[in-house]
Structures are given as C-alpha cells and as structure tokens.
C-alpha cells in the first residue's frame, strides 16, 4: 500500500521524513519490514523488500518519520518496524530487546519476534493494543522486532505531531527501546543496534493571515453599523 492510501477522510494527514546525517555504523544493517497503523488504517511493507528511501529514510532505514494529524475526537497510531543486522552471517536469530527511561502520556510500546515464529507485535500494531512488554529481553535471542505508539484527543481546531526517530546513535534523553545484535561480523564478536523514540505536540492549528484579516474587518464593519 502506498503511503498516499495512508490519507483518511475524516483527517488530514501530511508525511514527510528527514534523514539523519550518514550512519555510523559499518556492518550489513537493512529494514526488513515496516508498518503504520492510524485509526485502523494501515501502511505496510512487503517482508524482506522494503525501500527505506520512499519513507524518506536511508538505505539502512535510519532517520525521522513525522506525521501531522488533525481531527477532532480520540486518535490511535502505531508504527512497527523490523531490522536485521548483517543477516547473511548470522542470521536474524541472535537478537534482543530493551527499554529505557519513563512512558509520556498516551504513549505504549512492544518489543517481540515479529510474528513469524511465535510473537504477537504485529496482531498488536494492526488492532493499536501493544502490550508494554518486552518479550525478547537481554539474556535470550530471537528475532526481534520492536512498535510505538500514540492514544491522543484532539479538539476543534488542534493539530498533533508526532515524530518517530530511528538511529544507531543513542542521542535521546525520553524514552527509548533498543534493538541490538550482540553477534555480528565475521567473527560474531561485535555489536549493532537502533535505537527507537518518539515524540508527540498538539498545537492549535494556526489561521492564515488574509483569514484573519477579512474576520477583523468584518467586525469592524459590524462594530460600524451598530454605531450609525
């Protein structure tokens, strides 16, 4: 599905990404599986043949997606997404989850397999009920696959932003999981991982001047007429 499907009716919603600077990294790291679920409707990867470059991220699928969002009433959104590190090596079979630092508001999270094998992230993302639990903690290994996301109300008039960032640098200070291969190179002796965080705003949406223009001197004009 193309994320110009993405748009529903009832919202207006805008995607564009902003790449990070080139990775540091220097092993094999790809996005193998990504999607995007708001309100029920969801933007999805094919398994094994994403391009990172159309979501606007690099070729290693590092970088920041933001959304903006309006609508009155409640919203949900989640975004999963599924990286594999220097797979033709080491497979995807040695891999682990972990998290850090306090949820905000509204905000939910998972780390799983990603449904491939036993793990339920995935059912979780497309119903918008991820489950705060990290099934792949630090000590086993799997394949790991990790999901944010957002319960959030909007009035008349609000707008909602919401940034998803993804990086093999940590550089947050919120809350953050971590997607990590303690077994990658040649000789399965050295680590990768990503690290994933997101933020949410809701600001009034702003009015466009000549709007406010003619509204100011349609009062004034009324103000005139009441005065004569």
Do not use: C
């Not at 748009?7 to 540091?24: G, N, Q, R, W």
């Not at 891999?95 to 036993?118: C, H, K, M, N, R």
Request: cysteine-free; overall charge negative.
């Amino acid at each position: 599905m193309a994320i110009g499907s993405f748009v529903k009716t009832k919202l207006a919603l805008s995607l564009f990404a902003l790449a990070f600077s080139a990775s540091s990294h220097a092993l094999t790291m790809d996005l193998y599986d990504y999607a995007i679920n708001l309100d029920g409707t969801v933007t999805a990867g094919t398994p094994g043949s994403v391009d990172p470059l159309s979501l606007g991220l690099d070729a290693n699928g590092l970088g920041t997606m933001t959304f903006t969002i309006t609508g009155a009433g409640s919203h949900s959104f989640s975004a999963f997404f599924d990286f594999e590190f220097d797979e033709v090596n080491n497979t995807f079979f040695n891999e682990s989850g972990s998290t850090s630092g306090t949820l905000a508001v509204g905000q939910s999270w998972e780390i799983d397999e990603p449904g491939y094998v036993f793990g339920d992230i995935y059912d979780n993302m497309l119903g918008n009920t991820l489950d705060n639990i990290n099934s792949v903690p630090t000590g086993l290994k799997a394949d790991v696959s990790f999901a944010l996301g957002w319960n959030f109300t909007l009035a008349a008039g609000d707008l909602v932003t919401i940034n998803l960032n993804l990086s093999d640098v940590f550089n947050t200070s919120g809350f953050y999981l971590q997607h990590t291969d303690n077994e990658v190179g040649s000789n399965f002796d050295l680590s990768e991982s990503v690290y994933y965080w997101s933020d949410l705003t809701i600001s009034p949406v702003p009015v466009p001047a000549a709007i406010w223009l003619f509204g100011s001197g349609l009062v004034g004009l009324i103000g005139l007429g009441l005065r004569k």
